[in-house]
Each structure stands twice: as structure tokens, then as C-alpha cells.
């Protein structure tokens, strides 16, 4: 009775192991049949993230940022940053402009977790306090009021924007077309 027993326990052993194989299988299928379709929906995003950005259409995305940064033969400068939230990361794409960085011509919040109803001054770039960031003067940035009952949030992206106009400066000119 006891190798019954045993039997039996290496049979559901046995057959655990082969559902696992086959649900392996086919996530390892799955990843492989929809990987092209995500690349290609990222690389979207991102180029509909620069043109709501720059407000005009942008022929190349480069592949490799360096430092985070982009630097443009017209002047400007696209700055990817990620800063810590009250909620999580919050993830933005910043446009400058002037050699050296003088002014900040538009901030766009690409990703964040902060709370829906708080923090949903981060998902309107073209109103409000995010809107009154654009066009204006970098040195300006330390006397930004932050967002009241967000001010974890509002006083990170400020963070993040003064973080990113210091790297930015500190760069070396190099422009991409």
C-alpha cells in the first residue's frame, strides 16, 4: 500500500511538472509572437510624447540618450529624469532651450503613481501648474510654489526639473538632428 502511495505522489509530482512546462512554453511563445508589437508601440509612445512635447512632429527618436539627455542642433535640449513621488517613481521628459540652458520651454509627466484625484495636475502638461512651468527662466525654478495638498509630488517634479537643468548645463554640446 505504501508504494501505492508513492506512486501516486510521483504521478501528481510527474504531472505538476508537465502543466508547468506547457504553461512555460507558452508564455515563453507568447513573449515571443507580441515582443516586435510592444517595441514598436514603445518606440510610438515616445515619439508621440516628443511631439506633444516640442509641439511639432519629430523625424528621429535617438536610441541612445546620453546622460538622459538629448541635445538638438536648434538649440534646444530634450531631458529624460526620474524622480521619487509620494506614491512611487514619476518619470518626465523635459524640453530646454539656450546654450547654455536658460529657459524651460515644456515638462511632460511620461509615467507616475501618485493619487488619482491629488495628483491629476500631473496628467494635464498643457494647464494649470505644469503649464506655468513652460517658458519659463531656469533660475526661476527655486521659487515655484508646490501644489497644496500635493506638495510631495508638485516639490519632487520641481526637484526633478532643477536636477535635470544641472545636468543639462553641465553637458557637453552635442547635437542630433
Given at each position: 500500500m505504501t508504494n501505492k502511495g508513492a506512486d501516486k505522489g510521483v504521478q501528481s509530482i510527474l504531472a505538476l511538472v508537465g502543466i508547468a512546462l506547457v504553461c512555460a512554453?507558452?508564455?515563453?511563445?507568447?513573449?515571443?509572437?507580441?515582443?516586435?508589437?510592444?517595441?514598436?508601440?514603445?518606440?510610438?509612445?515616445?515619439?508621440?510624447?516628443?511631439?506633444?512635447?516640442?509641439g511639432k512632429e519629430v523625424v528621429s527618436?535617438?536610441?541612445?540618450?546620453?546622460?538622459?539627455?538629448?541635445?538638438?542642433?536648434?538649440?534646444?535640449?530634450?531631458a529624460r529624469a526620474q524622480v521619487a513621488g509620494y506614491a512611487g517613481p514619476i518619470e518626465l521628459l523635459v524640453a530646454l532651450d539656450g546654450t547654455p540652458v536658460e529657459r524651460l520651454s515644456g515638462v511632460r509627466i511620461t509615467r507616475h503613481q501618485e493619487t488619482a484625484g491629488i495628483a491629476d495636475f500631473l496628467n494635464r502638461p498643457d494647464a494649470g501648474w505644469l503649464a506655468a512651468l513652460a517658458d519659463?527662466?531656469?533660475s526661476d525654478l527655486a521659487a515655484r510654489d508646490a501644489v497644496t495638498g500635493a506638495t510631495i509630488t508638485s516639490r519632487a517634479v520641481l526637484a526633478a526639473l532643477f536636477e535635470t537643468t544641472t545636468r543639462a548645463a553641465a553637458s557637453q554640446s552635442r547635437c542630433e538632428s
Open positions: 512554453t507558452l508564455l515563453a511563445g507568447t513573449r515571443a509572437l507580441t515582443a516586435p508589437q510592444i517595441t514598436a508601440n514603445h518606440a510610438m509612445l515616445a515619439q508621440n510624447e516628443l511631439r506633444a512635447l516640442l527618436v535617438p536610441e541612445d540618450w546620453i546622460d538622459g539627455l538629448w541635445q538638438r542642433c536648434d538649440g534646444s535640449l530634450i519659463s527662466a531656469v
